[in-house]
Antibody, heavy 118, light 106 residues
Framework: EVQLVESGGGLVQPGRSLKLSCAAS????????MAWVRQAPKKGLEWVAT????????YYPDSVKGRFTISRDNAKSSLYLQMNSLKSEDTATYYC???????????WGQGVMVTVSS | DIQMTQSPSFLSASVGDRVTINCKAS??????LDWYQQKLGEAPKLLIY???SLHTGIPSRFSGSGSGTDFTLTISSLQPEDVATYFC????????FGAGTKLELK
């Protein structure tokens, strides 16, 4: 069974940093692209980042480019999201998702809440 | 950037009804359109990928159709457990989600 478990969320002040983690199990982690998707309170979904199987290629929307960094450790079956220079509009639930190449997100974690507020 | 217009925003239907939800892309996205279901307090779940391919374990009452710019999710016979918000996603160029359709029972 595919399992994705996020951690590392919490309350952080504007301008500070936070690092999210996602522990994967139930599949061969190194064979899959992975991604982060977020959802602001009572809002829709927004793709945040995607990483290739080896980690050599990363992709971001303009809203987070230069501030967020996605990375992975295939030996630990773990995915990460380093978030710097956080803004109030980054407040959201962040989901870790397995991705089929650069296409659909076929499995999702339960999400972790990040609140950016002073 | 490609914009996705999803309709309706809210839908009320009875058990057994045929339900359709639409997504319109601002430009041609070929077949690269998915549908996700999100129940209250839960993570999204993939239903349909690449317009009409049913994800593993998804009931056959869910189906997808369309091409180019216009796409439809159909639930052939609504069940109580289908109460949820449904989102479309295009991944032909970048990644854009629709705003969502909240489906409730009448």
């Amino acid at each position: 069974e595919v399992q994705l478990v996020e951690s590392g969320g919490g309350l952080v002040q504007p301008g500070r940093s936070l690092k999210l983690s996602c522990a994967a199990s139930g599949f061969t982690f190194s064979n899959y692209y992975m991604a982060w998707v977020r959802q602001a309170p009572k809002k829709g979904l927004e793709w945040v980042a995607t990483i290739s199987t080896s980690g050599s290629r990363t992709y971001y929307p303009d809203s987070v480019k230069g501030r967020f960094t996605i990375s992975r450790d295939n030996a630990k079956s773990s995915l990460y999201l380093q978030m710097n220079s956080l803004k109030s509009e980054d407040t959201a639930t962040y989901y870790c998702a397995r991705r089929v190449q650069l296409r659909h997100f076929d499995y999702w974690g339960q999400g972790v809440m990040v609140t950016v507020s002073s | 950037d490609i914009q996705m217009t999803q309709s309706p925003s809210f839908l009320s239907a009875s058990v057994g009804d045929r339900v359709t939800i639409n997504c319109k892309a601002s430009q041609n996205i070929n077949k690269y359109l998915d549908w996700y279901q999100q129940k209250l307090g839960e993570a999204p779940k993939l239903l349909i990928y690449n317009t009409n391919s049913l994800h593993t374990g998804i009931p056959s009452r869910f189906s997808g159709s369309g091409s180019g710019t216009d796409f439809t999710l159909t639930i052939s016979s609504l069940q109580p457990e289908d109460v949820a918000t449904y989102f479309c996603l295009q991944h032909n160029s970048g990644n854009t989600f629709g705003a969502g359709t909240k489906l409730e029972l009448k």
